[in-house]
């Protein structure tokens, strides 16, 4: 496996002759070599393609988000041989905060009062003082408070069961952290539903598209000296005008192959 993310570094690295950009793309794979030393079933992260660790690093590098903070903002799952990033509540917190708005999530348990208003959280009183719940099947739902920072106060946003059993239902992995770590899923999916319904809305923030979604695909080809600019000029954008140059994934994959 480390061969596999040598090889896929130093294609990607290739591409581009931004020293911040390939640095960049080598702290991503340390932190997925450490990922995948932890890792229990270390077989799984051996069978993925080296075009799943590619794009995994590319997104990774990105979003400036790494494996292996805690608390994690994001996990990497090997699933059907692919290794898929997924990103966590505090991971989308994250990218908010970058923009100057905080965001937290208070997972409410079944028997908790809540009170909703037009899809707004105007009470809430917790049931029992025993630690956050679980399991999905304790969950009532999930508040998202957003904070704007402009003084106006916090927002809290409701967020039924109902809406993050779809999430889960809709996700490529019916496993991994959905079993592991359901209410810090679906406090990610929270977020991303009531950002997605249009609740609330930070500029400058962007939410990282579906890892599950995540496809190596050729695209038309162009000559190496604008792939070069391009990846140099992608790690300099702002997140959302960021290209992830889907040609030099094709090459580089190749070249993942050949060392593995």
């Keep these: ?11 990607i690295s290739a591409a581009t002759t931004d020293r911040a950009a390939q ?35 590319q997104w990774c590098a990105k979003h400036n988000l790494h494996p292996g903070a ?19 509540h505090v991971g989308l917190a994250t990218l908010a905060a970058r923009v100057g708005a905080r965001l937290r999530t208070v997972p409410v348990a ?22 956050d719940p679980e399991r999905i099947e304790d969950l009532l739902g999930v508040i998202v408070c957003v904070d704007y920072r402009d003084g106006s106060g916090e927002v809290r946003l409701w967020v039924p069961r109902s809406v993050i059993l779809q999430a889960r239902a809709a996700s490529r992995s019916k496993g ?19 950002a997605r319904r249009g609740d609330f809305t930070v500029e400058g ?43 030099a994934i094709e090459a580089a994959a190749g070249a993942a192959q050949e060392a593995r």
């Design 1 to 11: 496996m480390s061969d596999i993310i040598d090889g896929a570094l130093r294609a």
């Design 23 to 57: 640095q960049a793309f080598a702290t991503v794979g340390l932190a997925f070599k450490a990922e995948r030393a932890r890792a229990k079933d270390r077989g799984a992260w051996d069978r993925v393609t080296p075009q799943s660790v590619i794009a995994a690093i």
């Design 70 to 88: 805690s608390p994690p903002v994001m996990y990497l799952v090997p699933q059907s041989g692919e290794l898929q990033p997924r990103i966590t």
């Design 110 to 131: 079944v028997g908790d009062e809540v009170e909703v208003d037009f899809g707004l959280v105007v009470k809430h009183r917790r049931a029992t003082l025993e630690a």
């Design 176 to 194: 991994g952290p959905w079993q592991s770590h359901p209410v810090q899923m679906a406090r990610a999916a929270a977020i991303r539903a009531a």
């Design 205 to 247: 923030m962007m939410l990282p598209e579906e890892p599950e979604a995540i496809e190596v695909t050729a695209a038309p080809s162009r000559p190496a000296s604008a792939l070069a600019a391009a990846e140099a000029r992608m790690l300099e954008a702002q997140p959302e005008l960021w290209d992830g140059a889907p040609e």
